[in-house]
C-alpha cells in the first residue's frame, strides 16, 4: 500500500476558482475585495510570503496594497496606520505580517486591527468566537486543513486526532476546529514524553513543529492520515516537512506532500476571508 497524496495545489485552485467568480460578480457592483499587507524590516522569508500574497490577489481580480516599513519603524506608527486602515473603507482584511521587530508588541498589534478586519484570524475576538463555535474569520493554515479533509472526505468525527505543536496560529486553532468536527484530539508539544505513545494511536496526525524529516513510520499506526504543515530544509537545502515522506509512504493512507499540500491552502483560504469580508461589508451598506 501507498499513502494517497492530498494534494493542496489542486484544491487550493478549485478554491480560488470559486473566489474569482463571487470576485466577479462584487466587482458588477462596484466592488473590490481589498487586502492591505504591512511588511516590517526585511526578512526574506517574510518577503517571499507577502509577494505571494499580492500576487494571488491580483490574479483573482482583488486590490493588495503592500506596504513595506524598514525594521526601525516605530510601534506607534504601525499602530496609528493600522488605525488608518481600519477606517479605510476600500480595505477589507488586514495583514500584519509576522515576526515584527523585537522592539514591536505583536499582541498589541493583532489587537489594534479591527476584527472585522482580521483575515489573519489572530484577534483575541476572532479566536474567542471560533473557539465557542460562532461566526469569525477562521486562521487560514488550519481552516485549509480542514477544508483539505474535506475534499479527500475524510471525516474527523470519531477518529482520534493528534496535534504536535501548539503555537496560537497553527496547532491550538487545529485541534480546536478539529474537536468542533466531532474528533476527539490529544496535543503534544515540546515537553510531552515519549511522543510515540501518542503518535501511534492517531487517526489523523497534524505535524507542526518545525523539524526536518522528524516523524518517521514507526511514530505512525498503518493507515495514518498525514497533514504535514512543517515547513523546513533538509540536509541538502531542499524544502521538507516534519514528516520523512519516503518512511512513511508505506504506513499512512493519506498524506501532504511539502512543498504543495497545506502551504497553497494557507493563501487560498486568506483570500476566502478577504472575500468574506467584502461580500459581508456589502450586505451590510445594502
Known sequence: MS??????????????????????????????????VVLVGDDPASHTYVTSKKRTCEALGMRSDLLQFPASMSE?????????????????????????????????????????????????????????????????????????????????????????????????????????????????????????NFTRQADILISAIGRAKFLGKDHLKDGAVVIDVGMNRDENGKLCGDVDFDDVLGTASYITPVPGGVGPMTIAMLMENTLLSAERGSTETK
Request: proline residues 6%; aromatic residues 4%.
Open 76 to 196: 506607534e506608527d504601525l499602530l496609528e496606520l493600522i488605525g488608518n486602515l481600519n477606517r479605510d473603507p476600500e480595505i477589507h482584511g488586514i495583514l500584519v505580517q509576522l515576526p515584527l521587530p523585537d522592539h514591536i508588541d505583536e499582541f498589541k498589534v493583532i489587537v489594534a486591527i479591527d476584527p472585522e478586519k482580521d483575515v489573519d484570524g489572530f484577534h483575541p475576538v476572532s479566536v474567542g468566537n471560533m473557539s465557542i463555535g460562532r461566526e469569525a474569520f477562521l486562521p487560514c493554515t488550519p481552516h485549509g486543513i480542514l477544508k483539505l479533509l474535506e475534499e479527500y472526505e475524510i471525516d474527523p468525527a470519531g477518529k482520534h486526532a493528534v496535534v504536535i505543536g501548539r503555537s496560537n496560529i497553527v496547532g491550538k486553532p487545529a485541534g480546536v476546529l478539529l474537536l468542533q468536527k466531532d474528533a476527539t484530539v490529544t496535543y503534544c508539544h515540546s515537553k510531552t514524553r515519549d511522543l510515540k
Open 3 to 36: 499513502a494517497t497524496l492530498i494534494d493542496g495545489k489542486a484544491v487550493s485552485q478549485k478554491i480560488k476558482s470559486g473566489i474569482a467568480e463571487r470576485v466577479e460578480r462584487l466587482a458588477a457592483r462596484g466592488i473590490v475585495p481589498g487586502l492591505a
